[in-house]
């Protein structure tokens, strides 16, 4: 009879404290949106500027934010602390991992093979068209660029905010000497790379001494001079108005993807005609680079430069006392995670037809960074996943277009993707700290290999 009461004033506290802050979550995104998305600056008929009032779409979005932290407070943070408190209640249980845990870089691996087969099954050849492109190439180029980054931020722990500017000079590379020079993609792929692994011991050097957000601070500014010096030097680089013309891939000469070409894919092959047939052939080149870098870099874990990054990561004071090279350990590091975005670079060229400052800008650099702690800091497996969620949801937004049914026809989803985006980090940050996968396997170990809980790791490093 004393419990009942207990409960009930328990439950009536929680829904106060629920409305409480739903309450404030509302006045606070009501003074967050009301100049963006309330107020819409817009031009009329004379090209005067005007203000368009949109007072129904900034009401519909401060109720969303008003029920989502009234459902957060009162049903999701109560049980998520239940499931707590009787895991912690629990004797500690070693269970076996299942099939799917146990072979899932096999499974994850036969799928992406299959991914085009499958979309042109389902849609036909057209219709897979944006789903092997939109999808399947461009996730897959992220995939690419944050493993490479992984070396440098989750491998090396050295904070990176210009890796984007290795991206560029391996596009630029291939651009520049394919337009001009009409050398294969199969010569430029391997320059790109050797040409962004100097430019990252270049970068290297400065740096050696540096740590933390200074380190941060000159990473950034490296990548913005990169951009500054590919929209300034219109002699070479064409300014702003970028390289076009840029020749596509053929498979090493034997058959083409150009239609005019004698040995265009579809006549020698006999097939229809299609621009599916170029994309599904890039699709498998990106896949082939993006496993290319995950078979490097587990190696590189394993050998003395692998061990000596972990060891630089953890504690670069411990490191020297070791008397392991510091100086080798982060110029290698630099090197081979620009080499592998040297070649996301060339490929992105290739793939594009066109580049230009506009793809190169810290906004890029940033969003690499994320998938990297999104995903977990060294995980292969959890930065993939990272790179699909964020890069697909980005994408599966144009898709939504009947959000505009609810919020007028003026809406276009793609626009909120940062927001978004920005939504998706302080969840996942908030439910899993460390990223997707929170634990990681130490390279050296004794008798047997052991995964490290995230609870044992450094904040950020799990």
Not at 59 to 78: E, H, K, S, T
Not at 282 to 298: D, G, K, P, S
Request: charged content about 15%; some cysteine.
């Amino acid at each position: 009879m004393v419990a009942i009461p207990a409960a009930r004033e328990e439950t009536a506290s929680v829904y106060g404290r629920a409305f409480r802050e739903a309450f404030y979550a509302g006045v606070i995104s009501f003074g967050l949106f009301v100049l963006l998305i309330g107020l819409k600056t817009d031009q009329n008929i004379r090209n005067e500027l005007i203000l368009v009032q949109r007072w129904g779409l900034l009401a519909v979005v401060v109720g969303l934010v008003m029920v989502g932290r009234f459902l957060a407070v009162a049903y999701v943070q109560p049980a998520i602390a239940r499931a707590r408190a009787e895991k912690a209640k629990a004797p500690p249980v070693v269970a076996e991992p299942g099939f799917v845990r146990r072979n899932f870089n096999s499974i994850g691996i036969t799928a992406l093979l299959v991914y085009p087969v499958l979309m042109v099954a389902i849609f036909g050849l057209q219709g897979s068209l944006k789903y092997v492109d939109n999808f399947g190439i461009q996730i897959l180029i992220y995939v690419m660029l944050a493993w490479g980054l992984n070396i440098v931020v989750g491998l090396a722990g050295l904070l990176d905010l210009g890796y984007v500017a290795f991206y560029a000079v391996g596009a630029y590379a291939y651009a520049l000497l394919g337009t001009h020079f009409g050398w294969s993609f199969w010569i430029l792929l391997p320059l790109a790379g050797i040409m962004a692994a100097f430019w990252g011991v270049i970068l290297g050097f400065p740096v050696l001494r540096l740590r933390g957000d200074y380190l941060a601070i000159v990473t950034l500014a490296f990548g913005e001079i990169i951009r500054l010096v590919l929209i300034n030097w219109r002699e070479v680089t064409n300014g702003s108005a970028g390289i076009s013309g840029i020749p596509k891939v053929s498979f090493f000469g034997l058959f083409t993807f150009n239609v005019s070409d004698p040995n265009y894919v579809a006549k020698v092959f006999g097939l229809a005609t299609s621009g599916v047939y170029y994309k599904i052939f890039l699709y498998y080149l990106v896949l082939l680079l993006a496993l290319l870098t995950a078979f490097v870099t587990i190696r590189l874990r394993r050998m003395p430069v692998g061990r000596a990054w972990e060891a630089l990561r953890e504690d670069e004071i411990a490191c020297r006392s070791l008397g392991i090279n510091t100086t080798n350990t982060k110029l290698t590091a630099f090197a081979i995670g620009a080499m592998f975005g040297g070649f996301a670079g060339a490929f992105f060229a290739a793939r594009q037809g066109f580049v230009s400052p506009e793809s190169f800008v810290f906004l890029e650099s940033a969003i690499i960074l994320a998938i990297v702690v999104l995903g977990g800091m060294g995980s292969l497996p959890g930065i993939a996943i990272a790179a699909a969620v964020m890069i697909g949801g980005t994408e599966v937004l144009r898709e939504l277009q009947f959000l505009k049914v609810i919020f007028g026809p003026g809406f276009t989803p793609e626009l909120y993707r940062m927001l978004l985006f920005g939504l998706a980090m302080v969840i996942v940050m908030i439910w899993k700290p460390r990223g997707f996968v929170g634990s990681r396997e130490p390279t050296a170990f004794l008798h047997e290999r052991k995964a490290i809980s995230s609870s044992f790791t450094k904040e950020g490093h799990g």
